[in-house]
């Protein structure tokens, strides 16, 4: 009985260890820098599902990760206030848990927000008062393959 209670124990020390394996290595935060075009000093504010920070550009800040988009709102006198959107992206360590740390393991990079990241670098684009914001790029429309009537004889 004693040898039994030996491996339970070191089981689930392993298993412990073992969990959460993309917070052990990749960490619960990102440093992201964060540059206004065309002009620096914008009052930046970033905001995801887990906290709220703020910079002045060009800068960098540390976020913490989520599983909720990251939005990035600035301001400039003389220019528009501006908003754009880092997405935020599965982080491919978390598959490693599967194997090695189970639903344990994804638990706690789930809760601690270790299963995501942002691109490490965004650049708001601020358009000065008075002009039209230039439009964002937008995918062709898909053209339908091109049928051949069918005869009959």
């Not at 990102?30 to 504010?45: H, R, Y």
């Not at 601690?112 to 490490?120: L, T």
Request: charged share 15%; hydrophobic share 35%.
């Amino acid at each position: 009985m004693h040898d039994l209670m030996k491996a339970a124990v070191v089981g689930g020390a392993l298993a412990f260890g073992l969990s959460g394996c993309a917070t052990i290595t990749e960490g619960k935060t990102d440093n992201l820098k964060v540059t206004s075009v065309p002009v620096d000093g914008a009052k930046c504010t970033l905001t995801n599902g887990v906290g709220t920070w703020y910079l002045t550009t060009p800068g960098n800040v540390e976020v913490h990760k989520s599983k909720t988009d990251l939005n990035v709102d600035c301001t400039h006198d003389g220019y528009q206030n501006a908003h754009q959107v880092m997405v935020s992206h599965f982080e491919g360590m978390t598959a490693g848990n599967i194997i090695l740390g189970g639903v344990i393991g994804i638990g706690v990079d789930a809760a601690s927000g270790a299963m995501n990241h942002y691109d490490k670098s965004i650049e708001v684009q601020m358009t000065p008062v008075g002009q039209t914001p230039a439009p964002a790029a937008t995918p062709a429309p898909a053209t339908a393959p091109a049928t051949t009537p069918k005869t009959t004889s």
